[in-house]
């Protein structure tokens, strides 16, 4: 039987929060995980170069490249499903993906969010605008969120959340990466790391 549930992170951008996972893939923390392949929606993201490095199967996949995001889920959908994928990990996964598709994965996919939903979250708010909106509403707190994905964006169970203080004088990067250090490279890490053991557990069919 295996021993390790096999995950697929799908990324777009930096990819810090993919950088996160891999530490702690390295480090033990996710004993009962192994990531075995990224997606990157974007050409240029250096996520795609981050996971290359790790020694990863790596696949870029965009939409235009794709005839579209219908192209696109699909091709997305061949890689995972040929590579006995059983959780999908969205970190820094910045395009909303349809409702075929997270109705296919149902309860496979979470996704980190950088703010405490259901604040700033939903259609639009993605990378640096929740915490641009965070500071123009003038919350003291903010912070991130892991949640299972459905087809409402941002709206599926939440897994985990942890809150960070806004301070003065913070600008939206500033903010941005206060989230990132001390909540999203945390809690992401964590939840995988609890979901593959679960996983694993049903498997063995010890629970
Ligand atoms: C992260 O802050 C992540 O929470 C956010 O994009 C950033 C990606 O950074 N995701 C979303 O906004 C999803 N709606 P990274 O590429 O360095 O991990």
Redesign the pocket.
């Known amino acids: 039987m295996a021993d390790k549930a096999r995950i697929a992170v799908m ?8 950088q996160a996972l891999i530490d702690a893939q390295n480090s033990g923390l996710i004993e009962k995980g192994e990531i075995v392949l990224v997606i990157s929606n974007r050409e240029e993201a250096y ?1 795609a170069e981050r996971a290359r490095k790790a020694g990863i199967e790596t696949h870029v996949v965009t939409r235009k490249a794709n005839g579209g995001q219908e192209g696109f889920e699909k091709v997305c959908m061949e890689l995972i499903d040929s590579r006995d994928v059983d959780l999908i990990v ?5 395009t909303i993906l349809s409702k075929d598709f997270v109705t296919h994965y149902e309860h496979r996919i979470i ?4 703010a405490l939903i259901p604040s700033f979250c939903g259609d639009g ?3 640096i605008k ?1 915490h641009i909106a965070a500071l123009e509403r003038g919350v003291k707190v903010t912070g ?1 969120t892991v949640h299972y994905v459905n087809e409402i964006a ?1 709206g599926g169970e939440i897994i985990a959340q942890k809150a960070v203080n806004v301070e003065e004088g913070d600008t939206p990067e500033i903010l ?1 990466r206060r ?2 250090e001390q909540a ?1 490279w945390l809690i992401l890490p964590v939840a995988v790391a609890k979901i593959c053991r679960r996983i694993v557990k049903e498997r063995n069919g010890r629970i």
């Open positions: 990324v777009s951008g930096g990819g810090t929060n993919l996520a969205l970190a820094g996964f910045l996704n980190i969010h950088p708010f993605y990378g929740p991130a941002d941005q989230v990132m999203e």
